[in-house]
């Protein structure tokens, strides 16, 4: 298998639960209803997965640095089986020591106090909560299955137990959303930003196949309202910021020294591992996605991506985040030079203040962040 060289030597492990109470519309992820009989054969899936995946992690020279539990909804899951599928994980890959950083994602409706102080027993550093929206109006549109007090008493919750990391999600640009009800939703969270570390607030994508698609179409949202979606996103910046915020990622803002480590690491394009139906791994320079439930563990389908491949996904990947990418850092890794590599197209972007050179790093401006998918989409 080809090597890379030491960045790329440390990544993460990511377990997919695919199971949700029920389909959001906007939800393009693979997920299924939960069942307690087809718990039992997730962890089934689960065990024979780790166990192969476990060979694959003594064969590949890198260390495994952090693990995210994610779906899907992971706290629609029993205590019990989340007991499994933690001590299995840890049994495997931890144990003799604990990751960096371990996270496990979960929603309002399914937080409950013996879920929160089981996840602190079991290692947990860092809990991630699908808040969406803080308005009564949003939480509708986008048809979740809890409150906005729903959502509120999960984060003080996670407080109240010890968690020190609190991320929540947020979607701005649901269909009917006004810079009114976008203000609520910032004005309630900064009622409570002492409990929250971390936000990630994503600008809603019309995906095919989802109920939205049917409805709205692609177009539908996205392009028709780009300057409205423009003024949403300075809003936003401009008032987590305000509240302590930093945003170090297109779509995340946290407090310094709560950055996520392992989303970090797929925007660094590290490898990781990834365990569980439909779960991606990424050991370069292949990509493969495992099969879904109700077949055993196996490839769903897989890519083998060459250097040139993998240069410009890590480059365009990278250029994500606020501190963008490191030049002698590309060179070594791949051998080739952003600035040659993309010439004239690099220079424009430079010229029209949208990407800047900075000592050694290449990265996008505020402005180019802004359109940044104008802007990445000239470098794929
Ligand atoms: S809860 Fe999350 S993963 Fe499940 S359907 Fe809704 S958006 Fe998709």
Redesign the pocket.
Known sequence: MERETSDSLVGGLYVHVPF?T???P??S?Y?VTHSPNLEKTYIEYIRQDIDSKSRLYEEYPFFLNTFYVG???PSVLSLDAIKALVSMVKRNFWDKSDPLEATFEL?PESSTEALFYLLKGLGFSRLSI?VQDLTAKGLKVLERPHTVQQAINAIWLAQKVGFKEINIDLIFGWPGQSKGDLEETLEKLDSIKELVSHVSYYELTIEEGTRFYGIYGKAGLVEDQSDQMYEYTLIIEEQLSKMGFYQYEISNYARPGSFCQHNIGYWETRPYLGIGPGAVSFLPPKRWMNTHLGSKPGVLWEEELDTEKRFREAVVIGLRMNRGVSISGLKARFGLDPLSYYGKILKLLVDDGLALIDGDRLRLTRRGRMVSNQVLSNLV
């Open positions: 949700c029920r389909k959001c906007y939800c992820f997920s779906g899907g909804t929603n699908g």
